[in-house]
């Protein structure tokens, strides 16, 4: 980017701008006339495979405009916004949200220098928007309230919470001000998280919202270019994705007595196809140009989505009951000391026995319960299941628990690849 010349087999970018005004000044209008087919395949972008092989989605450049402009109406930002970009740029996610969509309005983009680099780059680069997966905000909330409860402060916030939410009810917004010192420690500049590309935990979206950070939760694929919806400011309802987006239809096919079935997606976001694979394309598009998302959701009488689990993976019992992982791992990553976990099915004669292999933190463990040993270990969580059992009805049961402190096998944005750990269960 700073060379003055080419040097050493690197162009600069200065001499490649100088080379092409010497082209237009010698009437070379090529790049300039260009025709763009906007209904033409011009980006390839693969799933990222939590559920099978990873498939290459086939894009146009109208599928990421019109999903830009979707984006522009419901999220607001602006040039003096400076966005923090953490997730690789070959996912459709951080391609069209971090990095396409900020460029059309005029944001800076930070690149994160990684994981463990979150929060200083935060406070560095004076961030104020971050777009990103659930296992980000997590892992950034659970620092926040470590450290309100080191200082022996974690009472006294839930009370200045509840003053705060009182006052709101009077349009009397004191967030910022009172909880100072978090957005110091943030940098004091972070104003909007937006959450997607996994089930976001509604207790820490609204814990961030408590704090007086606008907060909210998104949807979407790879084969949609990728949003679908999201929360906005005049639409928020905590634990839902939000309202579909200006320009798509949804709608839920064949809904249970529970009003949850497939949702199915329709519009000018919606993918080409995949990339040689005419199979699969046929899977999930449908003639009249539906899309099958795999994901099972309700939407509720004002429009609201609510996801609650892949289709692919619903467990259904004997009974009839469908049980969704995503739910009970949401449960279980709320003990003290758990990192993470994997629900699924295992049989069990003619049905299936409900376990969970779940990851600790040995470090937490020790500090938390004054414990070490793995057997120690699995007896701790093993009781705080039993706890999570008495709240839900008896099919929902964890009947069976493995434990193990190495991490689950996940995709870039870190999502929890389910046919791989269920080939290493097997």
């Known amino acids: ?13 200065y001499q490649l701008i100088e080379e092409g005004k010497q082209l237009l000044d010698k009437g070379n209008r090529e790049f300039l006339d260009a025709k763009i087919n906007p209904e033409e395949m011009q980006i390839m972008l693969f799933t990222s495979g939590t559920t099978s092989i990873s498939k290459a989605v086939m894009l146009s450049h109208k599928n990421l405009t019109a999903n830009i402009m979707d984006i522009a109406a419901t999220i607001k930002l602006d040039e003096n916004d400076i966005m923090l970009s953490f997730l690789p740029l070959h996912h459709t996610f951080e391609s069209t949200v971090g990095f396409l969509y900020p460029l059309s309005k005029g944001c800076s983009i930070a690149f994160c220098d990684g994981i463990r680099h979150i929060a200083q780059n935060v406070k560095e680069y004076k961030i104020t928007a971050v777009i990103s997966v659930p296992a980000l905000f997590e892992g950034i909330y659970k620092q926040i309230k470590k450290g309100i ?8 916030v839930q009370k200045g919470i509840k003053i705060s939410n009182f006052l709101l009810k009077f349009g009397i917004d004191i967030r910022r001000k009172l909880f100072k010192e978090v957005h110091e420690n943030l940098g004091g500049h972070l104003r909007l998280l937006v ?7 509604p207790e820490i979206e609204k814990g961030f919202i408590d704090l007086g950070f606008r907060t909210y939760q998104g949807y979407g694929l790879t084969e949609t270019s990728p949003v679908v919806a999201a929360e906005d400011d005049k639409y928020t309802r905590l634990g839902s994705i939000g309202k579909a987006f200006p320009s798509l239809d949804v709608k839920i096919l064949e809904p249970n007595e529970e009003g949850i079935g497939e949702l199915m997606v329709k519009g000018p976001t919606v993918m080409l ?3 040689d694979n005419e199979e699969a394309t046929k899977e999930v598009l449908e003639p009249d140009g539906w899309f099958r998302t795999g994901d099972l959701a309700k939407i509720d009488k004002d429009g609201f989505i609510f996801i609650t689990g892949r289709k692919k993976y619903v467990i259904v019992l004997q009974n009839g009951k469908n049980i969704y992982p995503e739910e009970l791992e949401i449960l279980i990553n709320k003990i003290e000391g758990i990192k993470e976990s994997f629900v699924y099915g295992k049989p069990d004669g003619n049905d299936f026995k409900i376990c969970a292999k779940i990851v600790y933190d040995k470090e937490v463990m020790k500090e938390i319960y004054q414990i070490e040993e793995e057997t120690e270990i ?6 705080e299941i039993k706890k999570i059992n ?3 009805p008896a099919y929902k049961y964890v009947r069976e628990i ?9 995709t870039t944005t870190q999502k929890i690849k389910r046919h791989e750990e269920m080939k290493t269960l097997a």
């Open 273 to 275: 196809g995949y990339y």
């Open 378 to 383: 699995r007896e701790k969580i093993w009781e």
């Open 149 to 156: 409860q080191k200082k022996g402060k974690w009472e006294t």
């Open 195 to 201: 959450a997607g590309g996994a089930a976001f935990d």
């Open 402 to 410: 493995s434990v193990t402190e190495q991490e689950l096998i996940k």
């Open 1 to 13: 980017m700073d060379l003055e010349e080419n040097k050493n087999d690197v162009y600069s970018l």
């Open 390 to 392: 008495k709240t839900m």
